[in-house]
């Protein structure tokens, strides 16, 4: 018998709580994270400490660069520009366009509440004032990455805008040249050469070698350095979220195209041989045709070895249920950074699903159409944290400000109300301080006012 690619998870005939689900779903090992997070901790400290030179070093080191300049000259992004593919470059500017198109619509409006005669209550929108991007450069070129961190920040009205990605040896010492290219396009002329930790550190605590100032916010995928980082400088800065391996579970009934189906699948776990993808149906002859067709495209595939590692591991697998019903509460427990619905009457279904980071729906809209040009982010929540996080988007990029206006005669119809709760608390002085102003003006006691 020919062994699967991916692992069977029967949940059919099972009455499991959400509990239970969320223990059933594939899920990867958990990492060394003790051991990763004292080499981040290290690293980072080192930065603080030495600057460019541990910036330098670590280059050499992880990246086998000797860099004379940590920051990209503006003539390499123009030359990078000038040098694109002409097919890439309108791609990326059709990409651009369908991002920009989404991403302006989204920034929220002003509220301004009359909360009664004289007293008014605004939430009003900031952007942050500075943002370091971060955008990855190991096993594949993430142009798309740079469009969906820049787009949303200039919708949002970020003014300033730094961009990292690691050096590359084959390009002299400088990212590669795509991502130049990209960051070209939309106007971002702070570039700098660094990657991992380091550069997380570096945007945290600023570079003042290099001239590098410190950001607001901190956005952008990585590995479980990067992730780590983001996590240990929080709270110094702000960040989007600690996005791990991507992932993808398609909910899908006997209405689904088996090779489509296995297509996309593949497409997730060409990124990373710890990506995750999950088919959840309730149909065994589809589960069966799926896993057919990943041992057929599996074959012709470029990045086999990866994508082979990726669909065995313990984070993949096939999960039957015995209904779509069970398949939503399953896919739900999961939360997947992308999931696909292809079934009968996929947006109604898709419509019942509450957590996930993006939901494609029909077979017409596979996960690579939101990696590029749908319009949508693809900066996601992952590991389960769609459950309680966004992806991100311009609001990533702005801060509510409450704004509060009363006037005398509407302060003075809710003082007793404050006092009465000041005192509730034993904090009087909260109290005092609204009495005062009415004292400061007639003498008179707050009862006679």
Not at 143 to 154: D, Q, R, Y
Request: net charge negative; with cysteine.
């Amino acid at each position: 018998m020919t062994k699967q690619l991916l692992r069977s998870i029967d949940l059919r005939g099972q009455q499991l709580t959400l509990a239970q689900l969320r223990r059933a779903v594939p899920r990867a090992a958990a990492d060394d994270t003790a051991g990763v997070e004292s080499r981040v901790r290290e690293i980072i400290a080192a930065v603080r400490e030495r600057g460019a030179q541990t910036l330098r070093e670590l280059a050499a080191k992880f990246d086998g660069v000797e860099q004379a300049e940590v920051r990209v000259p503006e003539a390499a992004l123009e030359q990078a520009l000038k040098e694109l593919d002409p097919a890439i470059r309108e791609a990326l500017e059709e990409s651009i366009k369908r991002a920009k198109l989404v991403a302006e619509r989204q920034r929220p409006e002003d509220v301004a509440v009359q909360v009664a005669r004289g007293a008014r209550v605004t939430l009003r929108w900031q952007p942050v004032g500075r943002v370091g991007l971060y955008v990855p450069g190991g096993l594949a070129v993430y142009p798309s990455s740079v469009v969906m961190n820049v787009v949303p920040a200039l919708a949002a009205g970020v003014s300033s805008i730094a961009l990292a990605s690691p050096p590359q040896k084959e390009f002299g010492g400088l990212p590669h040249p795509t991502i130049l290219a990209a960051a070209a396009l939309l106007g971002v002329t702070e570039v700098y050469a660094m990657g991992g930790a380091q550069a997380i550190a570096a945007f945290a605590y600023g570079v003042d070698s290099i001239e590098l100032e410190p950001v607001d916010l901190i956005t952008g995928p990585g590995n479980a350095y990067v992730a780590t980082a983001k996590r240990l400088v929080k709270g110094m800065v702000g960040i989007d979220s600690e996005a791990g391996p991507t992932e993808i579970a398609v909910l899908a009934d006997h209405t689904a195209s088996a090779a489509l189906v296995a297509a996309d699948l593949i497409s997730q776990a060409e990124h990373d041989p710890a990506a995750a993808a999950v088919l959840v149906t309730p149909s065994v002859e589809l589960a069966e045709a799926v896993q057919a067709e990943l041992r057929k495209q599996l074959a012709t595939t470029k990045h086999q070895e990866r994508v082979g590692q990726g669909l065995e591991g313990e984070q993949s697998a096939v999960v039957l249920v015995d209904s779509l019903d069970q398949g939503l509460a399953v896919v739900d427990a999961y939360a997947a950074e992308h999931l696909e619905v292809i079934t009968e009457d996929a947006a109604a279904i898709a419509a019942r699903v509450r957590n996930a980071g993006a939901i494609f729906i029909g077979a017409s809209s596979p996960v690579s159409l939101g990696d590029y040009c749908a319009g949508s982010n693809h900066v996601l929540p992952t590991s389960g944290t769609a459950a309680f996080s966004s992806g991100l988007g311009v609001q990533t990029f702005l801060r509510g400000i409450q704004l509060i206006d009363y006037d005398r005669a509407a302060l003075a119809q809710v003082a007793e109300h404050i006092v009465t709760l000041a005192r509730a608390e034993d904090l009087p002085a909260h109290g005092d301080a609204v009495t005062a102003r009415f004292r400061e003006d007639s003498g008179e006691s707050f009862g006679e006012v």
